[in-house]
């Protein structure tokens, strides 16, 4: 009884200590005090019922009920006879505040004021919890079970909020747990009675430790194996919060995170396909390209996004856009583009021409202040119809002669290029750059050297040999590649020659399908360099050679288009493009969607295209590729540690086994843990012939291994017992085959898992005390 | 028996070590053609005897507690003497008396029947208890006190004890501390249907025991005795007899636990088994063979163990299941 009471106090107090985990994404603390009042109140009812000795399947009725009670009480006394009788009038009401509560959860954003409401919602959640905790822990006896509940509770604040839990009210939490297992295991072990000692055991007091020492190490090692090895083989659980810890560099106040699918895009930027992703309708002549992410980050392998940072309230409808960075001189020329999206295509990014300036978009969207991408972080959008309006990009010649030094507002970032990048790339930008004078003269010598027809367009690109760094791979030798490796080579070495550049994924213009609309499909995706000038803003070049031995609908700006010398070219319509030196339309959007332009494929492509799915991936060098070489070979050795362990102790025994007497103990022991490895019973009670005679009648031994059991038990019992020790044979000879011998005859399952998971490092389970030999001072013998 | 399969070569170094295995298995022999499928039997009845201790057979009526103990006697040439108790036998009648001698004008002592090497007391519990602690104190301390005077009693000296179950008709239970004084108590139990057919045949002529000749000598019993001395009982089997003997004291199922003189038959009659087995050192399983004959009889049933029909060997033979054995450091 005392147990059983004990039991549910401590049930009780540990859902209480859980409870401290919900602070964070409720404000106000008035919320509190109904959860605790449910939980005690169904563990007060829980005490009461099982003293009155009720039939335990309606003890968690009856403490549902005097929940209820304790809720009507509180929440709506008005309405309820007495002040607390749940009658249907008060039920209705209370289910009328419940629904409110509710909906104020899918409302607003944490932390969520603590109305009575919520406190109700909550209140409601933490009282049924009470019963199926108290129903788990005391009626069931299953109180290890209690950490679905628990864990259920913790998982609120870490789905929730960016934050998780807080390592204080997790720690209370674990504390509750840990409790509620120790009484449990006390009331088991009193009603079992006083354990009997081993008195003379035996094992070496340091062994033991050690034994306790490597099981507990093998089991932390196989929690943090399974913790790292499950998110990755599950990618919808590849959250970036691990990631997140590598990079702290953007982290900001009102920073949005958000994961974009540049792994389905990479996908697509080798796509033939004719699928519509869009349709749009525009006034310009020569629409631009349509851009969706600007990847600004290179690792030395691939182009990723940094974090995103934004401001606002999630509402773009009819909002202007921060103004884009580094233009001077903002023309007065406006583009009106109507977008709308294919049903199968989902955007979590808008596609748009560069630079947008207002937006008319419904639902969540947010716009970074320094790239101008719009993206959302609820599902991603589909087919979804938006309006925007683009500046004419085209730059000022007189800016673009003057060269002028990038400003302050610049990050630093779009010049950085890091260290493992081959030394020959910046002397191949040098030497292709020599003689120009500005840094357009340097872009325009850049963009040439890709176009003139040293380069091949290919969407199958020749596989890059081991070892290789593809991008110098791609330069030097091959020169075989599509949009990506143009464009993320260009965008390299733009950087190398000092001029700030990033690449522009998205799509080209498409094709027209009648008087100003356009039809984009996607075949039409796209990369290409983006590079800054001060003055003029960031101007799209185009290194990808274009028309029907290229990217089809690739369009070259007239800025970049060496045969015209101003920005104020002609437009050209933008449909079936050019080669390398097509002429472009400024102000049309263009589109071709591409990806974070690296080199051809590179080697663990797989890995780096998570890594740069992630939103705000690690900037530095290494990227998320590094996490993964170290994860699986850590995630594998904490599987094999309980093997080496074993080994490990084997080792030990056989090499601290000096004299015959050691080693027949040795190998008796030997003899005891693979036993306990394989499942069989071994009991300290039986002697060595004992055992030897029960393994020999259970076991379809050969007969080397039978005469090895019987040459192992008759030494360890002269090593035990006679004057001196009788050794025949060789005990580590004998030990391995008795062990094979037990080990076929186990079967092959019984035999993986007792190299895998030795049960022996586990401390030997204590034998049942039982009645004869419990306790009781009995009056002296005669 | 199976041990005796496994015996350990090296029990078969010391010469004296064969002479024993021999005289005894020829005892055993010997007993057997009177006492048919009872090898466990007869090998603690020889124990017993080469450990000095005393035995208690107790079976219902019939089985060949008698049989048992004539045979024993036949096997060894040596003096064999039996009492029947009835309840009118006084202690003199086991002791012996003086005797006034008129020619010589004094007191001669007449040696009762327990001067000889192995005593036989038939249905010891049909007589009144002065008179058992009469043979009781002789059987403790090998030697007997009339008038004053102390003889001392020739080895080896044995007693066989026979009792039927306390509760049959007509019997004085033998108190704890009188039961405490034998080394074992074993029971004959029924014989198999085919050990009882071969009897029908064996038996319908003539006794066996009357052809049983003697195979061994009191000399040869106290060479035997010697040698079982000199059995090697390691620490930890001392100490796992300790262990045996506290277990029962601490038990719940147990108002009486044994006592240290149950230690010492119990290491005694280890040491005498070992020998039988051929073995120079007593090894846990020959407690375990003889926890329950060595240790059962003296102990009481807590009230509690009586209501659930747990007999004290029941008791003695779970303890005996679940006690770990000392294992070396």
């Not at chain 1, 895009?265 to 851009?291: E, G, I, K």
């Not at chain 1, 050019?578 to 080199?599: I, T, Y």
Request: some cysteine; charged content about 20%; proline content about 8%.
């Amino acid at each position: 009884m005392i147990a059983k009471a004990a039991l549910t106090l401590v049930t009780a107090a540990a859902l209480l200590l859980a409870l401290p985990a919900l602070a964070p994404v409720i404000a106000g603390d008035t919320w509190w005090g109904p959860s605790a009042a449910a939980v005690a109140a169904c563990a007060l009812a829980g005490l009461g019922l099982r003293a009155a000795r009720l039939t335990v399947v309606l003890i968690p009725l009856a403490q549902a009920a005097v929940v209820l009670c304790v809720l009507t009480g509180t929440f709506v006394p008005y309405a309820a006879p007495l002040g607390f009788v749940p009658s249907p009038a008060a039920l209705g009401e209370l289910l009328a505040v419940f629904a409110e509560g509710r909906m104020q959860i899918g409302a607003e954003t944490t932390p969520i004021p603590a109305t009575p409401a919520l406190a109700l919602v909550i209140a409601t959640a933490m009282g049924v919890l009470a019963v199926v905790a108290d129903f788990l822990a005391v009626t069931a006896r299953a109180a290890a079970v209690m950490a679905l509940p628990l864990a259920g509770l913790l998982l609120v604040p870490l789905l929730v909020d960016d934050r998780g839990v807080d390592a204080l009210a997790f720690a209370c939490a674990a504390v509750g747990y840990v409790v509620l297992l120790a009484v449990d295991g006390w009331v088991r072990g009193s009603g079992w009675g006083v354990p009997v000692r081993a008195a003379h055991d035996t094992a070496a007091p340091v062994l033991g430790g050690l034994q306790h020492i490597a099981a507990t190490a093998g089991v932390a090692a196989a929690a943090v194996a399974l913790a790292l090895l499950v998110p990755a083989a599950v990618p919808g659980l590849s959250s970036n919060s691990l990631y997140a810890l590598a990079d702290g560099s953007r982290l900001g106040g009102e920073t949005i995170t958000t994961t974009h699918p540049l792994v389905s895009l990479r996908r697509d930027l080798t796509s033939t396909s004719d699928r519509p992703v869009l349709t749009y309708r525009t006034d310009a002549a020569q629409p631009d390209y349509l851009r969706m992410y600007s990847l600004d980050s290179f690792d030395g392998q691939n182009w990723t996004m940094s974090r995103l940072r934004a401001q606002g309230d999630g509402d773009l409808n009819d909002e202007m856009l921060p103004s884009p960075p580094g233009q001077s001189h903002i023309s007065s020329e406006r583009t009106t583009t109507r977008i709308t999206l294919a049903d199968h295509f989902e955007a979590d990014f808008l596609p748009m021409p560069y630079p947008p300036r207002r937006l008319s978009v419904a639902g969540e969207w947010y716009a970074d202040d320094a790239t101008l991408m719009v993206f959302t972080t609820q599902a991603p959008a589909r087919g979804e119809s938006y309006e925007v309006t683009t500046l004419v990009n085209e730059p000022d010649p007189d800016v673009l002669a003057a060269d002028l030094e990038p400003g302050d507002e610049l990050d630093e970032r779009y010049l950085e290029v890091p260290g493992e990048v081959d030394e020959s790339t910046r002397r191949l930008a040098e030497s292709i750059t020599a003689g120009a004078d500005t840094a357009y003269e340097r872009a325009m010598a850049l963009q040439e050297w890709f176009t003139d027809g040293r380069f091949t367009y290919d969407l199958t690109p020749p596989s890059v040999p081991a070892g290789e760094d593809p991008l110098t791979h791609f330069l030097f030798e091959s020169r075989v590649g599509y949009c990506e490796q143009f464009a993320g080579a260009m965008a390299l070495l733009a950087r190398q020659a000092d001029i700030p550049a990033r690449v522009g994924i998205g799509y080209t213009a498409g094709t027209r399908t009648g008087e100003g609309t356009w039809e984009v499909t996607e075949s039409d995706a796209h990369a290409w360099p983006e590079l800054y000038f001060q003055g003029a803003g960031w101007l799209r070049f185009e290194p990808t050679p274009a028309s029907a031995g290229g990217q089809g609908t690739a369009t070259v700006p007239d800025y970049a288009d060496g045969l015209s010398s101003g920005p104020q070219d002609q437009q050209a319509p933008g449909s079936e493009g050019l080669q390398e030196d097509g002429r472009p339309a400024p102000s049309a959007p263009a589109g071709a969607p591409q990806q974070p332009a690296e080199e051809s494929e590179t080697p663990g492509t797989a890995e780096e295209e998570d890594q740069g799915g992630l939103a705000g991936g690690p900037r530095d060098g290494g990227g998320p590729g590094w996490w993964w070489a170290a994860l699986i070979p850590a995630a594998l050795v904490g599987a094999v540690l309980p093997a080496l362990a074993r080994l490990l102790v084997r080792r030990v025994r056989w090499v601290r086994a000096g004299s015959p007497a050691k080693r027949a103990h040795a190998a008796w022991r030997e003899l005891r843990d693979d036993c306990r490895d394989l499942d069989l019973a071994w009991s300290p009670a039986e002697s060595p012939r004992a055992v030897a005679r029960r393994l020999e009648a259970d076991h379809a031994l050969d007969a080397p291994a039978r005469e090895g059991l019987w040459r192992l038990a008759m030494a360890e019992e002269s090593a035990r017992y006679a004057p001196e020790i009788v050794q025949e044979g060789s005990a580590s000879a004998d030990s391995r085959r008795v062990r094979a011998a037990l080990r076929a005859s186990r079967g092959r399952r019984s035999a993986l898992r007792a190299s895998v998971l030795p049960a022996s490092l586990l401390p030997a389970p204590q034998l049942p005390p039982d009645s004869p030999l419990s306790r009781r001072p009995g009056p002296a013998a005669g | 028996m199976s041990l005796g399969t496994r015996q350990n070569t090296q029990g078969d170094g010391l010469p004296d070590g064969d002479g024993v295995i021999a005289v005894a298995e020829r005892i055993r022999e010997a007993i057997q053609t009177v006492i048919e499928g009872k090898p466990d039997v007869v090998r603690i009845a020889l124990t017993v005897l080469l450990a000095e201790g005393h035995l208690l057979i107790e079976d219902i009526p019939g089985v060949g507690k008698t049989m048992l103990a004539k045979a024993l006697g036949r096997a060894i040439d040596c003096s064999v003497q039996r009492v029947q108790f009835t309840p009118d036998l006084l202690p003199a009648d086991i002791t012996g008396v003086s005797v006034y001698h008129q020619d010589r004008r004094e007191f001669e002592f007449n040696p009762g029947p327990v001067f000889a090497n192995i005593v036989l007391g038939d249905e010891i519990n049909r007589a009144s208890p002065k008179t058992q602690s009469a043979l009781l104190e002789c059987m403790e301390e090998m030697q007997v006190s009339v008038d004053g005077e102390t003889r001392p009693l020739e080895r080896p000296f044995m007693v066989v004890a026979t009792q039927n179950p306390a509760d049959m008709e007509g019997t004085y239970p033998l108190p704890e501390a009188q039961r405490d004084r034998f080394m074992a108590r074993i029971a004959v139990g029924y014989p198999t249907p085919q050990a009882e057919l071969d009897m029908i045949d064996s038996h319908s002529a003539e006794s066996p025991l009357d052809r049983l000749e003697p195979v061994a000598s009191a000399a040869d019993v106290r060479t035997m005795v010697d040698h079982v001395k000199t059995i090697h009982v390691a620490p930890g089997v001392r100490r796992y007899a300790v262990d045996l003997v506290t277990a029962t004291r601490s038990s719940a199922a147990l108002r009486l636990g044994a006592s240290p003189r149950a230690t010492i038959h119990l290491v005694r009659a280890a040491r005498a088994y070992a020998a039988l087995e051929g073995r120079h050192y007593v090894v846990p399983d020959d407690l375990q063979a003889l926890a329950v004959p060595v240790l059962a009889h003296r102990l009481l049933p807590s009230p509690e163990a009586r209501m659930e029909r747990r007999a004290p060997e029941q008791v003695v033979s779970e303890i005996v299941a679940r006690l770990p054995i000392p294992s070396p450091r």
